[in-house]
Each structure stands twice: as structure tokens, then as C-alpha cells.
């Protein structure tokens, strides 16, 4: 029978919505049970809210000061050692799950899934290559299946759950060669989360400056919206790298995706594939974002955006 | 210190994807092919670590049929001191090329390796921390900036949150992400100059490398076509439609 151990992502006080994603992937796998590992310093209230989540048999949570920041070297022997009770070992493929896993795989001696698109069976499971322009079907060897989930391909589980806390001790030796030094976010907390948002307003180059994307985040203020950006307008510095949507950014699927000054680089689709309705405005009517927009409007960003406002106002 | 590089040659990131209507893969025949973007990038920081008087050498090593050495001259004119080919046929996966990379590295012995953060082909973004893992070296992936100080290398990372700061001792394993740094051009010179940089081939089995248990690819599919949608002429039609679909209020 098949067991999945989930890898909680966390930031100390809050689990981060890409597990519950995990997690209906998981359910797929028609599992005899899912469990949940939080690796913590201190992950009582990180604990509680992976036990809530509808479908979690069990969290397991492991306290360890060497976890306090998600460090892979630190947390991929930890997990190895409770692996193998499980046939599947999964994580969202977040930027934390796709430093982690290839590490545990690695020493469990299996290949590793990326991207987990749709679930097939328990062996067998689709994938995007080529940012997004082809799916794969591929079935996994004998052995632990360790993969991550595209979450935009999977809804948040609901809560409602009530799963037991186990404390565990682990006891692997930890290596001495990795330093944690600092994170620093760009800024823009107070924002919806560009992962979880139902609406996402993103500029491009098109914007032209930093002093610009005022109009960006203003327009996102009114719709309750996060940001985002194509790399472009990353690269130039208009904004910080967390905000980068697009196959080596970030995968979303928000409800309205409104982009503002982004020709549509494949590699840009290939992280918005998934939205419900794409808005594109753009000055060039050949611009190929407009051969996936829902609605598409040629005309100045900032006229546009202008007249939205007023609308809206 | 020796700097070992991972390129990989890929399907050019230009070229629109066409899956085979039998299923089998996607067309690759007369497509242009070109060094993984990432992989240019590595590269790049390699040559530029060893520029600032704190490396010795840079190898460029790629695993992949014949044509792959195409992409190695292109490392070495971009100043890549030389090159090793590790020659197959088959197409390798993560697992085994990160056993490659391993055996490769027991024999070069280097401080440090660089690898793109995905090959664009597969999109696996696995083969570096696969490598640290069997190692047991420290891994700092999705690099934006490397600073290396004696033994050690103060990694800045592309993180969800932001970035975050790494320090790691050498040997280590690094993984380029796009803003690491902008790669530099070749000139013609240099591609003359590269013809006469060694490349040395070797077989899996020279290396007594075990070709790991991969994942088999039953099929291969387009994926589902976003419906073509309207233009609207006016920002009032623009409201209209999403106040319609009840995206905004
Ligand atoms: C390996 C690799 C990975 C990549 N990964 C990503 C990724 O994850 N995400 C990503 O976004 N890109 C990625 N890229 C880059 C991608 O190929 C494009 O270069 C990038 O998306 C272009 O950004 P842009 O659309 O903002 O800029 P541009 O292509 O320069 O487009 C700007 C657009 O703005 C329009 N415009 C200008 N002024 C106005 C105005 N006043 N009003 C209205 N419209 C205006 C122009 O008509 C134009 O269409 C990647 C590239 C590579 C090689
Ligand atoms: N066949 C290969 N030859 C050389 N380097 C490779 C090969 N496969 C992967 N790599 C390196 O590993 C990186 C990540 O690849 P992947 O894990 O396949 O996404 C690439 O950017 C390369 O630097």
C-alpha cells in the first residue's frame, strides 16, 4: 500500500500554501495515508496548521535548532532517515522543494520527478518539458518515488483536518560545511502573496522604470492584487526577483492575470498557463501575448491603466 | 583551484516546441540546437573567478552524443581552458549524470563546480544538487552572486522569499541562475584559438560509472491550447467583460 510523506514549507510561523497544493497531489496517489514532515526549530504552530489540513493522517515534527532556516544540506539527511517507511516523498516544486529533493533522492539512489502535473497511478505521472510546450507521461523505477508538485496544477487542500502531532527525534549527524547568513525579501509584504493571489497584475518592460511600476502597484492595490513581473523588467532592476513569473520564475494560476507591457516570451506563458483569464494590453497589436489573452486591448499602459482606475473608482 | 562546468546541449530557447504526432518526443531534426542559456552563464562566472586571480584552470565537461562537442568549443572560445567529453548515445538523466560529474571530480579534484539551474530541455533542475548530494559537498543553488574567499564561497540564492545568503566551504557545487551574470560574446579569434584546446573523450564505462535506474517516458503530448480570446477596442469593454465574468467588482 502506498504512504506519502509530504515535506511541509514553512517560514517558522506559517506553512506555506504550497504544501496544502502538495497535499491534493498527494491525495491523487490514492495513498493509504499522507503524512506531513515539519522540520523546525520550533514548529509547534506550523504543526498545528499542517494537522488541520482535511486528508493528513499524521504530522511529524521535528525540532531541531539546525532547522530554523531551510537549509538542504541540513534538512535532506533528516528526511532520508524517514523516508523509508514511505513510497512517495513529495514537496512543492518551490524554489525550497526543488533544492531539497534532488538532494534525497540523490542519496536514496532513485531518479526524481519534477513537476508533477497530474498523478496517472502511483508509478505514473505527467510533466512539462520544455517550458510547458510539451507533457510528458513518465513512469518511475522500483523504488522510493520522490518528486515535486507544479502546484498551480493543484487547488489548496481544504482544512478541517485534525491529524496527530508526533514529535520526532532524529538523530543523523548534520554536516558543518553549509552557513545560513540572512534572507532578505523585496519588500511589498503587505501585498497578497503572487503564489496564492486570485489576482495578478504584472508589467514588463514595457513599463519603462522603477519609478513607473507606481502605476503597477497601484492598479493591483485597487483589484486587492499581487505583482508580477516578466524577467525583463526584473533584470532592469523595476523590480525585485520575487515578483518574476515565467518558466525559471514563478508558475502561478490566479483567477485574472492582467499583464501590462509584456510581449509574451514563451518563457514568460509558460508561468501563467494555468490563469483563468489573461488580460493582455500592449501597444504592438502583433505582440504574441495577445494569441493567449482572454481579452486583449492595444493602447498605451498608462492611458489604460488610468482609465481603469477611473472605472473602477 | 580547478573549476569544473556542466554544459549541456539544448534545443536553442527560440525555437517554438513541435510534439510528433506519433507521441514520441518532440521534433528535433533540422532544429537549431545551442548551449542550455544557464549553462553560457556558469560558464561565464567560471572564466570570471578565474580572471580575478582565484582560479586556475576552467573544464568544460558535457555527457551527450557526438554532435555535443559543438557546445564545448563554444565553452572553450569563450575562454574555457579545456574540455572533457563524455561520450554516449543514450539520453542521461539527472541521476546519472550527477554519478558522472562525481566520478569526474574524484579524478580533477576540484574547488568548485558550476552548473546551470535547469537544462531547458527537460526542466529537471536536479543535476547539481544530485552532485552535492553524493559528494556530501555543500550545494548553493539559483546563484544571482558568487564571492569566493579562500576556502569559501558566499553564495547569494534566488529564493522564493527573495534572496538569501549562503556560506559554504570549497569544495562545493553552485548553480547559475539567470542574473548571475550576462555571458560574454565570442569573438572570431576565439573560436579559432578554441580549435586548438583539447577535448578529451571518455566512455561511461571508462569513468566505471553505473548507469542509474531512470524514468521512462511512455509518451509525450502537446499540452492543452489556451483558447484564442477577444480584442476589446475600449477600457469600458475591458470592464464590462471581467465585471461580466465576476473578476472584479
Ligand atoms: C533561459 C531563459 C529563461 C527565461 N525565463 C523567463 C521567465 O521566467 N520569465 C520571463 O518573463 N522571461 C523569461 N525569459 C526572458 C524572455 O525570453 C523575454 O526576454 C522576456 O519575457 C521579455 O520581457 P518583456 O515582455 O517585459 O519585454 P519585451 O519583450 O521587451 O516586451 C516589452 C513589451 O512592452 C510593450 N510596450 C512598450 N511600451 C508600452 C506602453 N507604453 N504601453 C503598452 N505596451 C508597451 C512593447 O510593445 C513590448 O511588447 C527567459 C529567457 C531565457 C533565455
Ligand atoms: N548531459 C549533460 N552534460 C553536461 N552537463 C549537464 C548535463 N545534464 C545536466 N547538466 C548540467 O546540470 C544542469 C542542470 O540540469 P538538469 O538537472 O537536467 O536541469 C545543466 O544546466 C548543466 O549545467
Known amino acids: ?313 | 583551484m580547478k573549476i569544473i562546468v556542466g554544459v549541456k546541449r539544448v534545443v536553442d530557447y527560440n525555437v517554438r516546441i513541435q510534439v510528433k504526432p506519433d507521441g514520441s518526443g518532440v521534433v528535433t531534426d533540422g532544429v537549431k540546437m545551442s548551449l542550455n542559456p544557464f549553462d553560457e552563464i556558469a560558464i561565464e562566472e567560471a572564466l570570471r573567478i578565474k580572471e580575478s586571480g582565484k582560479a586556475e584552470e576552467v573544464i568544460a565537461v558535457t555527457i551527450g552524443a557526438k554532435a555535443c562537442q559543438e557546445q564545448l568549443r563554444t565553452a572553450l572560445a569563450m575562454g574555457a581552458d579545456r574540455a572533457i567529453h563524455v561520450e554516449t548515445d543514450e539520453g542521461i538523466q539527472p541521476l546519472t549524470a550527477a554519478r558522472i560529474f562525481k566520478a569526474l571530480c574524484d579524478k580533477e579534484a576540484p574547488k568548485l563546480v558550476i552548473f546551470g539551474k535547469q537544462a531547458i530541455d527537460d526542466d529537471n533542475s536536479q543535476t547539481a544538487q544530485m552532485l552535492a548530494a553524493l559528494s556530501h559537498w555543500p550545494q548553493a543553488t539559483f546563484a544571482s552572486e558568487v564571492v569566493i574567499d579562500a576556502d569559501t564561497a558566499s553564495v547569494t540564492r534566488e529564493v522564493d522569499a527573495g534572496l538569501e545568503t549562503l556560506s559554504v566551504d570549497l569544495p562545493a557545487v553552485v548553480s547559475a541562475d539567470l542574473r548571475l551574470n550576462e555571458p560574454r560574446y565570442v569573438k572570431l579569434p576565439d573560436i579559432m584559438k578554441a580549435k586548438r584546446k583539447p577535448i578529451d573523450t571518455v566512455s561511461i564505462s571508462d569513468l566505471g560509472v553505473e548507469v542509474a535506474a531512470g524514468i521512462k517516458v511512455l509518451k509525450t503530448t502537446a499540452p492543452a491550447k489556451r483558447q484564442a480570446g477577444i480584442m476589446v477596442e475600449t477600457v469600458e469593454q475591458l470592464v464590462v467583460a471581467l465585471k461580466e465574468k465576476g473578476l472584479i467588482k
Not at chain 1, 507533457?135 to 522500483?142: H, L, M, Y
Not at chain 1, 514563478?250 to 509584456?262: Q, R, S
Not at chain 1, 494590453?281 to 489573452?293: G, L
Open chain 1, 1 to 313: 500500500m502506498n504512504k506519502v510523506l509530504v515535506i511541509a514549507e514553512h517560514d517558522g510561523s506559517n506553512l506555506n500554501g504550497s504544501t496544502a497544493r502538495a497535499i491534493s497531489c498527494a491525495k491523487d496517489i490514492q495513498a493509504e495515508s499522507i503524512d506531513i514532515v515539519v522540520l523546525a526549530a520550533d514548529g509547534s504552530s506550523v504543526a498545528e496548521q499542517a494537522a488541520a489540513l482535511a486528508g493528513v493522517n499524521k504530522v511529524l515534527l521535528v525540532q531541531n535548532p539546525a532547522n530554523e532556516h531551510p537549509v538542504a544540506a541540513f534538512l535532506a539527511p533528516q528526511i532520508e532517515s524517514l523516508a523509508t517507511d514511505y513510497t512517495h516523498v513529495l514537496a512543492p516544486s518551490t524554489t525550497f522543494g526543488k533544492d531539497l529533493m534532488p538532494r534525497i533522492a540523490a542519496h536514496l539512489g532513485v531518479p526524481q520527478i519534477s513537476d508533477i502535473m497530474r498523478v496517472e497511478s502511483a508509478t505514473i505521472f505527467d510533466r512539462p518539458v520544455y517550458a510547458g510546450n510539451a507533457i510528458i507521461t513518465v513512469e518511475a523505477p522500483a523504488g522510493i518515488i520522490v518528486g515535486t508538485v507544479r502546484t498551480a496544477s493543484y487547488p489548496v487542500a481544504e482544512n478541517g483536518g485534525s491529524a496527530s502531532i508526533e514529535n520526532r527525534e532524529v538523530s543523523v549527524e548534520l554536516p558543518s560545511h553549509t552557513r545560513f547568513v540572512s534572507v532578505s525579501t523585496g519588500g511589498g509584504e503587505e501585498r497578497p502573496d503572487l503564489q496564492a493571489a486570485a489576482t495578478v497584475v504584472s508589467g514588463g518592460r514595457g513599463v519603462g522604470s522603477e519609478e513607473n511600476f507606481k502605476v503597477i502597484y497601484g492598479l493591483a492595490d485597487k483589484l486587492g492584487a499581487a505583482v508580477g513581473a516578466s524577467r525583463a523588467a526584473v533584470d532592469v532592476g523595476f523590480i525585485p526577483n520575487d515578483h518574476q513569473v515565467g518558466q525559471t520564475g514563478k508558475i502561478i494560476a490566479p483567477d485574472l492575470y492582467m499583464a501590462f507591457g509584456i510581449s509574451g516570451a514563451i518563457q514568460h506563458l509558460a508561468g501563467i498557463k494555468d490563469a483563468g483569464t489573461i488580460v493582455a494590453v500592449n501597444k504592438d497589436a502583433d505582440a504574441p501575448i495577445f494569441e493567449v489573452a482572454d481579452f486583449g486591448l492595444v493602447g498605451d499602459l498608462f492611458q489604460v491603466i488610468e482609465d481603469l482606475e477611473k472605472a473602477l473608482a
